[in-house]
């Protein structure tokens, strides 16, 4: 069986080490040319990103090209007209349902991939943060109220079915345009 490196999260206070990278002449010029349209502050901020994107993704389980793992689940990029057309293709009385069977799928991949109990209050905003970090959008917990903003679907009886398959919970869809609003109508069981 494979072992996989623990990168720490946090930065320790002990001292740094000087590391020399040499980038081909093409790499340095698309470097610069991110430093100087703005887009990246410096060199060494971009390579801090880079790896901290690196870890949050597990892309360590990439496999190039276009095979990218995430423990049990392969996660691809993908253009999301194609997925607007798919969800198109769906009646809008199955959307919950078929949005409740993707949370569900989400559920065990986050359970036995990252431990993450996704159905525990608790460990929502690292659900969240997690959907974020994939592109899902931006999740907000209020009170009694899921906002998504910026969403990767905009179909919102899709996101109901989803998160509640995923949090184990029933929502009520508040806004049908983004941001989204979805009321929570049962405790997540345990």
Not at 55 to 67: F, H, L, N, S
């Amino acid at each position: 069986m494979e072992e996989k490196a623990e990168f720490p999260r946090k930065r320790g206070k002990g001292s740094a080490k000087r590391t020399t990278i040499i980038l081909e002449e093409e790499e340095r010029r698309f470097i610069d040319e991110l430093i100087k349209e703005g887009k990246e502050p410096g060199i060494k901020p971009l390579i801090s990103k880079m790896l901290d994107i690196y870890r949050t993704m597990m892309i360590y389980d990439w496999r190039y090209p276009g095979e990218y793992y995430c423990g049990i689940s392969r996660i691809a990029f993908m253009n999301i007209e194609l997925v607007n057309i798919l969800i198109q293709n769906v009646s809008k009385d199955k959307r919950n349902e078929v949005g409740r069977k993707m949370g569900e799928a989400a559920r065990v991949s986050m359970e036995t991939t990252l431990g993450i109990q996704t159905t525990n209050p608790e460990s929502w905003s690292e659900v969240f943060n997690r959907l974020r970090v994939q592109g899902f959008g931006d999740f907000y917990l209020k009170d009694k109220y899921i906002l998504i903003k910026a969403p990767f679907i905009n179909e919102p009886n899709i996101w109901a079915g989803f998160l509640g398959g995923l949090l184990g919970v029933d929502l009520d869809v508040k806004t049908l345009t983004p941001p989204f609003v979805l009321e929570i109508r049962t405790p997540a069981k345990e």
